[in-house]
C-alpha cells in the first residue's frame, strides 16, 4: 500500500496512475474535497475570486480528460474547482481519499519503508506503508519578508487576499510583480483610493491574446535555437506591448524565459492610464510612509506583500528530501527522486513555461511505472533507479541562465523535461507485460 499526500491537480494525478497500474494507495486530504489550492473555500487556499487560469485551458488540461471545448481560453478558478471534482469522479478516485485529514509526520521505518501519523477530528492513526508520494502543492506557505521599519496600517500576505472589498478607499501598496500581484493591482484600482506597486526588478509582460489566440498555443511548429528565440520572443513581445521602460517599470537584466514571465497586459493597460503608480524597492518604513530606493516617498493605509511562496513539507525531516540548509529545494532527480531514498518521491515540485497539467500527468505516470517495474524486479526499474543514485544535482535547465532565486530553483526547461520523462516512460514500458498494461 503507497501513501498519495494531497488532492490537488499533482495529487489526483498521482493517484489516477497508481490506479491505472493497479498499485494500492490510500490518499490523504486536509480539505473536505478534491481541488487543492482551486477550490477557494479551502481553508488552506490561496485563491482570490477575480482569479483565472494564466494558461490556456488546451494547453493545461490532462489529455484522458479534456476540458469543455466551448469554455473561456482562461477559465474561472470555480469552473476548475468542478473540473477536478469531475476527474475525481469520473475516474473513481474519491472512494481512495481520506479527506479532513492532516498528515502530522512521515517517517522511514527502517526497512525501506514509512510510517505515516495522520491526524482525524482530534485522533491520531499510525500506518506503515511501502511508499509515499507527497504532493501537498509548492503555492500554500507564505514568503513573509520583514519590512524595514513599523509600519502603522494593515499588513497582509497575497495568500490571505480574497476579494477587492479589502481595498475600498485606502491608499494601498502591493509589493511584488509577479502574475498574482499584477493581478490584485489590477483589482485594486476599481476599489481603492490609490495603487502603487513596489518592484525591485524587471520582468517581462506577455498578453494573454496575440491574433484572437492564446498566447502560450502561438509558436513551437518549428524548433529555434535557444538564443535566437529568446531573441525573436523578446522582440515580438516589444513590438505588441512595449518595454517595461515605457510604463515606468525597470527592465529586465536576463533574456527572455530565464525566469517565469508575468501573463498580464492589463496591469499595463491601468499603469499607462495612471490608475497604478509604479514604484522601486522598498527602502523604509515609518508609520504610515513608505520611501523607496529612489528617494521617492508615499502615505499607504495597507501593504500587500505579494512575495511568492516556500516550498513545505512540515511533516518529513528535510533530510529525507535530500534538502541541504539554505537551498531553495529539494536536490532531487527530475525534481521527484531522492537518491538515497527508494520509495519517496515528491510529486509536483516543478515549474516549467508551458508543462501544464499533462506534464505533471506524465511525471505521475513515470512514478507509477517505475514503482510497478520495480516490484515485480525488472531491469528497466534497475536502470532507472542506477540513474537516481548516481545523480549528482544536474538540473533539466535546457540551457538557459535560470536567475538565482529562490522560487527559480525548482524551474526547468519544459521541452528537455519532458523529453526525459517520456524517454523513462518508454523505458519502463518496455517490459511491462501485456496484461499489467492500462486499458
Not at 507564505?142 to 494593515?154: K, V
Not at 521617492?296 to 495597507?302: F, G, K, P, Q
Not at 515528491?346 to 507509477?368: K, T, Y
Request: aromatic share 10%.
Amino acid at each position: 500500500m503507497y501513501a498519495v499526500i494531497g488532492a490537488g491537480p499533482m495529487g489526483l494525478a498521482t493517484a489516477r496512475n497508481l490506479q491505472k497500474y493497479n498499485l494500492p494507495f490510500v490518499g490523504f486530504e486536509l480539505n473536505k474535497d478534491v481541488g487543492g489550492l482551486w477550490d477557494i473555500d479551502n481553508p488552506h487556499s490561496t485563491m482570490y475570486e477575480s482569479a483565472h487560469l494564466i494558461s490556456s485551458r488546451h494547453m493545461t488540461e490532462f489529455a484522458e480528460f479534456p476540458m469543455a471545448k466551448d469554455g473561456a481560453p482562461y477559465p474561472h478558478h470555480s469552473e476548475l474547482r468542478r473540473y477536478f471534482r469531475d476527474y475525481a469522479a469520473h475516474f473513481g478516485l474519491y472512494d481512495h481519499y481520506r479527506f479532513n485529514t492532516r498528515v502530522v509526520s512521515v517517517e522511514p521505518d527502517g526497512n525501506g519503508g514509512w510510517d505515516v501519523t495522520s491526524e482525524k477530528d482530534g485522533v491520531e492513526h499510525r500506518e506503515n506503508f511501502r511508499g509515499v508520494l507527497i504532493a501537498n502543492g509548492t503555492l500554500n506557505h507564505p514568503n513573509m519578508p520583514e519590512l524595514p521599519g513599523e509600519f502603522a496600517g494593515e499588513v497582509m500576505h497575497a495568500c490571505d487576499y480574497r476579494s477587492p472589498e479589502v481595498f475600498a478607499d485606502k491608499r494601498v501598496l502591493i509589493v511584488g510583480c509577479g502574475n498574482s500581484a499584477c493581478d490584485i493591482a489590477v483589482d485594486a484600482v476599481h476599489r481603492a483610493r490609490a495603487v502603487d506597486l513596489s518592484v525591485r526588478r524587471g520582468y517581462y509582460f506577455l498578453p494573454k491574446f496575440i491574433g484572437g489566440r492564446p498566447t502560450d498555443t502561438l509558436g513551437g511548429a518549428i524548433k529555434l535555437p535557444r538564443r535566437l528565440k529568446q531573441r525573436l520572443d523578446a522582440l515580438l513581445i516589444k513590438m505588441v506591448v512595449g518595454k517595461p521602460s515605457d510604463y515606468g517599470l525597470p527592465e529586465p537584466d536576463y533574456r527572455m524565459y530565464e525566469s517565469h514571465p508575468v501573463i498580464n497586459s492589463l496591469v499595463l493597460h491601468h499603469i499607462g492610464h495612471g490608475d497604478i503608480q509604479p514604484r522601486r524597492e522598498i527602502q523604509s518604513v515609518d508609520g504610515h510612509t513608505v520611501t523607496f530606493s529612489t528617494g521617492e516617498s508615499a502615505d499607504y493605509d495597507l501593504i500587500l506583500m505579494a512575495t511568492g511562496y516556500h516550498l513545505h513539507y512540515p511533516f518529513i525531516d528535510q533530510q529525507h528530501l535530500n534538502w541541504n540548509p539554505g537551498e531553495g529545494a529539494p536536490s532531487l532527480y527530475l525534481n521527484i527522486f531522492n537518491p538515497k531514498q527508494d520509495s519517496l518521491f515528491v510529486m509536483g515540485m516543478i515549474e516549467a513555461a508551458g508543462l501544464g497539467w499533462e506534464g505533471r500527468n506524465e511525471q505521475a505516470e513515470m512514478v507509477a511505472l517505475y514503482i510497478k517495474q520495480r516490484e515485480a524486479g525488472r531491469d528497466s526499474a534497475t536502470t532507472l533507479q542506477n540513474k537516481i543514485r548516481q545523480f549528482g544535482g544536474e538540473r533539466l535547465d535546457g540551457g538557459y541562465d535560470y536567475l538565482d532565486l529562490e522560487r527559480m530553483a525548482y524551474y526547468v526547461h519544459k521541452d528537455t523535461y519532458k523529453q526525459a520523462i517520456q524517454t523513462h516512460i518508454r523505458e519502463l514500458r518496455r517490459d511491462l507485460p501485456a496484461n499489467e498494461r492500462p486499458v
